[in-house]
């Protein structure tokens, strides 16, 4: 048999449970939030990894990231060899009005040069003014926290393996070629 208004009362009991607690606000703009170690605020660049390559707008899903670039003629080192071309970067520009902060730009990013920043404080009046340019976007570079430790409990990577088994190599045959010689001696 059902008492009728329990949960009514159930209801209530939670209200007044919750009424005298004490209320725990951080205060935003005095008290900084304590942010998870690999937040997402916003991107930033690091220019001089940039190649112009532009992976980052191509893969871009919203078409967010504009880039404008000149070709330099660089000089030959040898007289004989061909003057080389680079491409040189004049404007790498993203608009946080559009960004949905996927991230695939810093994923395609062949060249380290797009990193995520915890900045988070970049809010704009006017909706025009969230077109980023890439002197703000080198500031938040400097926001941007250290990669985290290799895990101590991981296999060596291949590559540093098969380079420490290569010199190891080395190493035994000149200790080798070093011993023969000192009993020839």
């Known amino acids: 048999m059902k008492i009728p208004g329990a949960g009514l009362a159930k209801g209530l009991a939670v209200t007044m449970r919750t009424m005298t607690r004490k209320t725990v606000t951080a205060q935003y703009p ?12 916003v991107i930033a660049l690091l220019e001089e990894n940039c190649t112009v390559c532009m992976l980052c707008a191509r893969e871009c899903p919203d078409w967010c990231i504009y880039i404008d ?6 000089p030959a080192a040898d007289p004989n060899a061909r003057a ?11 608009d946080f009005s559009l960004c949905m902060y996927c991230g695939i730009c810093i994923e395609v990013c062949p ?3 797009l990193f995520w920043s915890p900045e988070f404080e970049y ?7 969230l077109t980023h340019e890439r002197d703000r976007l080198r500031e938040w570079m400097w926001t941007v926290p250290p990669p985290p430790a290799h895990d101590v409990a991981a296999e060596e990577p291949k590559e540093i393996a ?7 190599k ?12 000192g009993e020839q001696s």
């Open 170 to 181: 080395l190493a035994a045959a000149a200790a080798a070629a070093a011993a023969e010689e």
């Open 84 to 94: 080389r071309t680079r491409n040189v970067l004049d404007r790498f520009a993203i």
């Open 69 to 74: 670039s000149h070709k330099e003629t660089l």
């Open 123 to 129: 809010a704009e009046t006017d909706i025009r003014e």
């Open 162 to 168: 098969m380079a420490r088994k290569a010199a190891d």
């Open 30 to 41: 005095d008290v900084q939030p304590d942010l998870p170690p690999r937040s997402r605020g």
């Open 111 to 113: 060249f380290d040069a």
